[in-house]
């Protein structure tokens, strides 16, 4: 037998293929021709006609080899043509019938596959727009997610949006709470429209720990439709007898916190307030609705004595019940809340000062109300992350005219042989949302792990004092509506792009775009410029903001507010008690000073009220407050004239009062204010306050101006101080002043104190530092979301004149090399481009100093004490100038270096 | 018998058919046409390696050598997962086709 091997290497023709190909080719031939020639041995051939045989499988070698070279020549080809090749394999099978909808559908395919293809060609320019892109998406999925978790998501339970809470206004107060009686008329009276269960919060302190519960009827879980992940929940039967059922379910977080995660608690018996109570169950992780955070157990209502505040049975006249309701199918939240109205005016006609001014059904169907604050805070938010999209889409618009222009020659001989404009729009349309698709799945990459690190952060920086993070933070899920949010935003940013390339190649003329007239169209070189003045604009704004809330929050940290609050701490506890833990608190030698009054300064901003003074006869709306007399040494605040409260008048809340300096000067100008008197109105629409006397009181001091509202507020515009003192019961706080900075001494203290007088009573202590911190805590965390976002920002605005800058370097290199021939030096062409780009920076940079002043002034009418100087605006004016001039830098040394012989060959 | 267009535009599918229970040789490929048709299709060397290899390129079938004992070294090919697609495709493709044609046929003879 021959060797066929050498016998096809002889008569094959050396072709084009490769060699190691091309022996792999011999090998197989001769193997084939192998086989023929055994297989004809096999048959009873003899040796030579065997062979004969096999010789003839191929005669003419020369145009084999051409098959063999032209079927070989696919391999030659890149990968992306390989790739491209196969989306143009996968030819859309149409059912007939369907051929209206089937040809839109094959030819959107069609558009798909043709997008791919030129992406796969320019795979630099795609992943630099996928990149671009995905960043923007996924900053703004990332604010939407936790905006998610909060307010859209809805609780784990059934039907959630047909659960709510009651409530209703008076003309004395807001958010009304029913007596144990009115909510057991309102059971079967509601019966027909909903289902409704009663709650009372429940304190007890353990150890110098302060635990929140809930005490519920027994029908409370059964009407949330919740279940346990250990045990049981409350059933009817465990709140069925006054006095019965110390039973107890306990949450998820305080299972794992204080009890290790015990699977055996069930069954064993725990301290809880006065009494021992049997573990029945274990709620799932954050099983607590709105305004329930800090909530760690529940038990049946008829516990309540084992609790202080009040018992439903023992002080019927108390309203201190929460009514939950789950509306029946079919019945609206504003049907319910007309037959609540009624039901309302009927248990309580005028002049009732329980009788309804306003109706509230508050929806539990989230974790936080989607009311009116919110949708403002989230508009602010979601607007800042969605300006960070907008300059990812200026970005990429710049890339995308670019590319325009360089694809220019396609698009006029598609629009040449017949294309419809609508036809082009459509296919760079396509060609936007293929990259919108990867965009997307960075983006979420980038929200999967802004999720999975922002607890941690948030950890690492949560201020002590503020209540424990794990009760507050939800888990970040990536849900439905976070996809749909990256998708709507991907798709969105896919249109943008898209806008200025289609309106620029399908606006262009034939007949001078052919000649490549449009090239120089100095519109989109305006809207290229605009372009990026736009994202310096946006990332001036963006820096002036972060650095302002910086400096805000260090401006915060020590308030200008008057008053010596360091070595002050807020007390509270309950009203039964609380006079004398004052008094007990004076005798312990840690304590320098203890006042009460109606709120704390640095908390809330004032109240207001309606007053008409005498004399001037001048009506304002002032601010207020109730303080007892050692308010005003407690924060050292100076009585300018006259004098302080009396303890007499103090403990009687006479008709007296004390008004700041501006309170004076404004409604007795040029008068002497002591010895006049104010006449008190409520202001119409709003619930008066109980704890205002009424009609006339007398001033006999006047204060030193200072900050009683929230830190924010800064110097009181307005302040009638009234006269109160600890044993009064309205709703007061404590304030004790310490001798030292000793917190935990005073801890202490204030423990024993309440010990001697109610032992185990809760309270809760919190330094006016701490509340310092909170709130500067929150402008430091606005800050650092306004830095990334100027960071992102910078890096666009950088990349985008780095872009344009190369982009029309570029395209006038041409130009350049005549203007060089003609004398022109290359610092001269290199001037002039920096001017031009000096001036879109310019205009870049006064939109947004224009932009962050105005935000500035909405900052600082919304919070008086913000002084935002001029430090953010010239720092961040200045990092963004010199960022952008960097990005002209690199590309201009090109321009300086260009060979006028070499430019002028240029196209 | 048949026309070489209608050979030549049948010839990947049948090769693609015939690899997709199990790897084949080229002569197997070759004479298992010839055997299952009845004679009535033959590929000849010239036609049929040709296209094995631009299957092979097009990533739709893949050569392997492989020596059996006491058997000389073949190179073996079988169906990518890629060709094991083109392959579904072009059988509903020709399915259709078939159909189309019939009927077709069956109208004009009524």
Known sequence: MRDWEVYVRTHLPPSALEQARESRIVRELASQIEECYRDALARGLSDSEADAFASAQITDWTSFADTLAEAGRSHQRSRIDRWSERFDDREPHVRPGFSGLGGVWQDSLRDVRYAVRTLLRAPVFAATVVMTMGLGIGLLGTAFTVFNAYLFKPVDLPNPHALYSLSWDTDIGYRQRFRLADYEV??????????????????????????????????????????????????????????????????????RSRYGADPSIIGQRVSLGRQRFEVVGVTVP????????????????????????????????????????????????????????VWLERRFPRPSDRAPMAVHLNSLATRLPLDRDAVAVITVIMSAFGLVLLVAAANVTNLMLARALARQPEIVVRLALGASRWRVARQLLFESLVLAVPAAAVGFALVTLTAGVLPSVLLATWPTGMPPLENILLPLDIDLRVMACLAAAAVVC???????????????????????????DARGSRLRSGLVAMQIAACVLFLVGAMGLLDASSHLTNPPLNLSYERVSILDIDPMVRSKVAARLQSEPAVERVAAAWAPPMGSPLRMVGVTASVSDLSRRVGYVGVSPEYFPLFDIRIVRGRAFSPAEAAAGAAVALVSEATAAAMWPGLDPLGQTLDIAAIP??????????????????????????????????????????????????????????????????????????????????????????????????????????????????????ALVSFVVAQRTR???????????????????????????????????AAAAGLVRLLIASADILEIGVRPFVVGAAVVFIATLVASLVPLRQAARIDPAHALRFE | MFSAELKKGSSEMLILSLLEARARHGYEIGKLIEARSGGRLTFALPTLYPT???????????????????????CFYRLTPDGRRVLAQQRETWKDFIGAVKAVMGTSRA
């Open chain 1, 186 to 255: 309102l059971q079967p009276e509601a019966r027909e429209l909903a289902d409704v269960a009663a709650a009372r919060d429940a304190r007890f302190r353990q150890e110098d720990v302060t635990s929140e519960g809930l005490l519920v009827t027994g029908n409370y879980f059964e009407l949330l439709g919740a279940r346990p992940m250990l045990g049981r929940l409350l059933r009817p039967e465990d709140s069925s007898i006054r006095g019965a059922g110390a039973v107890v379910v306990l949450s998820h977080q305080i299972w």
């Open chain 1, 286 to 341: 954050h099983a607590q609705l709105a305004g329930q955070e800090l909530v760690s157990f529940w038990a049946p209502l008829t516990m309540a004595s084992a609790f202080a505040g009040v018992d439903p049975w023992s002080e019927p006249n108390t309203a201190s019940l929460v009514v939950f309701a789950r509306l029946k199918p079919n019945v609206s939240p504003a049907s319910m809340q007309a037959w609540l109205e």
């Open chain 1, 494 to 520: 896919a249109v943008l792009v898209t806008l200025a390339p289609v309106v620029r190649l399908t606006g262009m003329r034939l007949a001078g775009a052919s000649r490549g007239q449009a090239s120089s």
């Open chain 1, 685 to 802: 629409g709003r619930p008066s306050d109980p704890r205002v006397p009424r009609g006339r009181v007398r001033v006999i001091g006047v204060a030193e101006d200072v900050g009683n509202g929230s830190i924010t507020d800064g110097i009181d515009v307005s302040c009638v101080y009234f006269a109160t003192d600890a044993q009064a019961l309205a709703d007061m706080t404590l304030l004790v002043r310490t001798r030292n900075d000793d917190v935990n001494s005073l801890r202490l203290a204030v423990a024993t104190a309440v010990n001697d007088v109610a032992r185990d009573t809760p309270f809760e202590l919190r330094s006016m530092q701490a509340s310092v911190a909170e709130v500067t805590w929150g402008f430091r965390a606005l800050s650092a979301i306004a830095s990334v976002l100027g960071v992102v920002g910078l890096l666009f605005a950088y990349s985008g004149t780095n």
């Open chain 1, 815 to 849: 130009e350049f090399g005549v203007r060089m021939v003609l004398g022109a030096s290359a610092w001269r062409i290199v001037r002039d481009m920096l001017f031009q780009m000096g001036r879109t920076a310019m205009i870049g940079l006064a939109a947004g100093l």
């Open chain 2, 52 to 74: 094995l290899l631009r299957l092979e390129n097009r990533g739709w079938i893949k050569g392997r050598w492989v020596e059996k004992s006491g058997e000389r070294r073949r």
